[in-house]
């Protein structure tokens, strides 16, 4: 309903509801007021919010979570007849004030803790106070969830929460433990469509001892060709379909830009790239190549939300070195084009707030030198190969924390603890 953060919701937006007559659901849901089991909640007469409040909107969005998400507006009717949202609006008072008090009263009431919660007021009207609230949720991979002043799990029938029976919170314990499943074979599907990928004319090994380098001859001349290969897969962790992919002008957005940064970052790009083809459909997906002299890439996005780059870089060499060079702004340049496709594919879907969890795995033919940062200290990645462990792509305030937590992993596998901050400059998404 709404494509933005709802910290972004602007009045009219709010007046459209009501103007496009918009119908309560399996994931949507009106409230005129606070609710209050006698007379009105306090908060509207200048008190404090009542407990009857918090404790109904708290089995609203537990149900919501426990079923596909959806959002909820309080200070707006609706016809009983029609179930469509009728004028005029019922302005909460104070209502930033009040979002924020439920939103910590409502996450309080929930076990497990949902790992997405909105809940923002938005101003209306002309005293600059008074408005609605407005709360989502997503879907949640961690439900069921239970209200903890019940005890009750509750789940989305038709327009209504109600309570789950013990056989329907097993089912679902069921199902959440498969789709855990699917996720673990997801991404190993994807680490054996890597393997796949790496080009077969060097040899590959068993995953835990990596990729292996080979001796070539240029006339007198032997040549090492080190080798080292990059996988970075990032897969929602609820449901995300993506329809008609290959038509999608959002695409033109996921491209192989360079990005600047702040910190120790101050530009961030593949320095070997020559081409970069357009996107070419697959079996429920889409693909396309880019390549450079001594470099291959692939970029895939599947009708699943998943998205996955596979990188592939050699390093010719007079004699096998002792140690060869990654630089680290190209590393991070391709899990940065990574998290920027996350966003890109969040925002346009009206899904913000979708979390992804990443996976970045990194294989050498030799020990690497970590290069790239002004006086970077003396840091070597043994050969092998490494899967480092999986990181949360959260919302675009988080972005930079993620970032230098990968810097520091990669650093760490070096024997090194950097110290510094770094950020980057993400780019402005078009919303269609």
């Known amino acids: 309903m709404f494509p933005t953060h709802l910290t972004e919701v602007v009045a009219s937006e709010v007046h459209a509801v009501i103007q496009d007559e918009a119908a309560e659901t399996l994931d949507f849901e009106l409230k005129r007021t606070l609710p209050a089991k006698k007379g009105v909640d306090p908060w509207m007469t200048n008190g404090k919010v009542g407990d009857d409040a918090k404790d109904e909107l708290a089995a609203e969005i537990i149900a919501f979570a426990n079923t596909v998400g ?14 469509r949202a009728k004028p005029p609006l019922f302005p909460i008072p104070r209502c930033k004030e009040a979002a924020a008090r439920l939103h910590q009263a409502i996450s ?5 803790k949902l790992p997405v919660f909105e809940c923002e007021g938005v101003v209306t009207e002309a005293d600059g106070t008074s408005g609605v609230i407005i709360m989502r949720t997503l879907e949640s991979y961690l439900a069921p969830h239970r209200h903890s002043q019940n005890n009750h799990c509750y ?16 089912e679902m314990t ?47 001349t032997k040549v090492w060709l080190g080798i080292w290969t990059l996988r970075v897969t990032a897969r929602p962790l609820s449901p995300f379909l993506l329809m ?60 699943e939300g998943l998205i996955e780059r596979f990188v592939w870089q050699e390093q010719p060499e007079h004699g ?6 990654l630089e680290i702004t190209e590393l991070h340049w391709n899990v940065v084009c990574v998290v920027h496709a996350t966003t890109v594919i969040r925002a346009v879907n009206s899904r913000p707030t979708q979390p992804y969890s990443l996976e970045v795995e990194l294989m050498t033919s030799d020990p690497m030198v970590i290069h790239g940062y002004p006086s970077s200290p003396t840091a070597v990645i043994p050969g092998g190969s490494t899967t480092f462990p999986r990181y ?36 402005q998404i078009k919303l269609p």
Do not use: C
Not at 108 to 112: F, H, L, Y
């Open 392 to 427: 949360e792509i959260g919302e675009s305030q988080t972005l930079n924390e993620l970032m230098m937590t990968i810097d520091k992993d990669v650093w760490n596998l070096g024997g090194h603890h950097p110290s510094w901050e770094l950020g980057v400059a993400w780019p």
């Open 108 to 112: 309080d009431r929930i076990e497990p």
């Open 155 to 170: 789940v989305r029938r038709n327009d209504r929460a109600e309570p789950m029976s013990m056989l329907e919170i097993q």
């Open 244 to 303: 008609n992919l290959p038509k999608q002008p959002w695409l033109k957005q996921i491209d192989t830009r360079a990005f600047s940064g702040t910190g120790q970052i101050h530009q961030l790009r593949w320095g070997d790239l020559r081409t970069t083809r357009v996107w070419a459909p697959r079996l429920r997906a889409v693909e396309r190549e880019f390549q450079g002299t001594n470099s291959l890439g692939l970029d895939r996005i599947s009708s």
């Open 70 to 83: 959806g959002t909820l507006i309080v200070g707006i009717d609706e016809d009983t007849a029609t179930k």
């Open 174 to 220: 069921r199902q959440k433990a498969r789709a855990a499943a699917d996720a673990e074979k997801s991404f190993k599907d994807s680490s054996d469509r890597f393997y796949s990928w790496i080009p077969r004319d060097h040899q590959r090994t068993h995953p835990y001892r990596g990729v292996q380098g080979i001796h070539t001859e240029h006339g007198t």
């Open 320 to 325: 096998r070195p002792r140690h060869s060079v």
